[in-house]
């Protein structure tokens, strides 16, 4: 069986390369948001099929990125505040969702093969993501975290490409 990091090791093995290595990409691509449900249940797919899942609490947000998959999460009121901004030329639409664009900034590094070898890590492994659940990560896909270095989640390659540039 294989073991899960935690988003504890995650963030002692990756944070210093990330902030070492990586680097600082923004988000240009708008996304849909929405309140969400206490208790409402969230499982993110990518283009590489199921990647998490979390459970919203009171207060949070829904995005959901306007990627070929359409990739939806749970994000913090607070979290949710500091990365987007509402986009004045769009409503809500039927299913509660309004258009908001992206002001944060990540620092993201490639998952490549010489990484995987250099901390002695399979080609596909799981972590503990910030919310607590399983996080699918491979070979090819970038690991990202926010400025403050607060933890480290993983952003499948097809979906990175479509939704980041380089600052």
């Keep these: 069986m294989e073991a899960i990091l935690s988003q504890e090791q995650m963030c002692a093995l990756f944070i210093p390369l990330l902030q070492s290595r990586g680097n600082e990409y923004k988000k240009f691509r708008p996304i849909r948001a929405k309140a969400a449900l206490d208790g409402e249940r969230i499982e993110t797919r990518t283009s590489d099929g199921l990647e998490t899942i979390n459970t919203a609490e009171a207060g949070d947000m ?29 409503s809500t639409d039927n299913e509660g969702f309004a258009l908001y664009h992206p002001v944060g900034r990540i620092l993201a590094l490639c998952i490549d093969e010489a990484l995987l070898q250099e901390l002695q890590l399979p080609q596909a492994f799981h972590f503990t993501a910030s919310w607590g659940s399983s996080m699918a990560a491979k070979a090819g896909d970038y690991l990202a975290c926010p400025p403050d270095g607060s933890s480290v989640y993983r952003i499948a390659r097809e979906e990175f490409f479509e939704t980041y540039q380089l600052v």
């Excluded at 959901?64 to 505040?81: C, H, I, L, P, W």
């Design 62 to 90: 829904i995005v959901q990125n306007t990627t070929r998959a359409g990739e939806a999460y749970v994000m913090s009121a607070d979290k949710f505040a500091e990365r987007y901004v509402p986009a004045p030329e769009e």
